[in-house]
Nanobody, 127 residues
Framework: VVQLVESGGGTVQAGGSLRLSCEAS????????VAWFRQAPGKEREGVAA???????RYADSVTGRFTISRDNPKNTLYLQMNSLKPEDTAMYYC?????????????????????WGQGTQVTVSS
């Protein structure tokens, strides 16, 4: 059974930093595509950052230059380093995974690509 568990959320002042983690189990993590999404109250879920099994990344325009996605395959863990946080970054953050056996190529910010999701971790940025 694929499981994704996010952690690292919290409340921070504008301009601050947080690092989110997503620990995966139940599949071959290194061969998967994984990504971070977020959803604010009253808004649709949006893709924030994605990374494929080859390490290529893609970012939403709104976070480019501020957020960095990375993966530690031996630890089966995905990270999102968030710097220069803004109040508009406030949302529930989720990790999504597309398990694959032969590798997954092409990071995607489309939520329809990912088949497994975590429960989310709340990020609140105060002004």
């Amino acid at each position: 059974v694929v499981q994704l568990v996010e952690s690292g959320g919290g409340t921070v002042q504008a301009g601050g930093s947080l690092r989110l983690s997503c620990e995966a189990s139940g599949y071959t993590y290194s061969a998967s595509c994984v990504a971070w999404f977020r959803q604010a109250p009253g808004k649709e879920r949006e893709g924030v950052a994605a990374i494929d099994s080859g390490g290529r990344t893609r970012y939403a325009d709104s976070v480019t230059g501020r957020f960095t996605i990375s993966r530690d395959n031996p630890k089966n863990t995905l990270y999102l380093q968030m710097n220069s946080l803004k109040p508009e970054d406030t949302a529930m953050y989720y990790c999504g995974a597309l398990p694959a056996t032969g590798g997954c190529y092409g990071p995607s910010l489309s939520g329809t690509v990912y088949t497994s999701w975590g429960q989310g971790t709340q990020v609140t940025v105060s002004s």
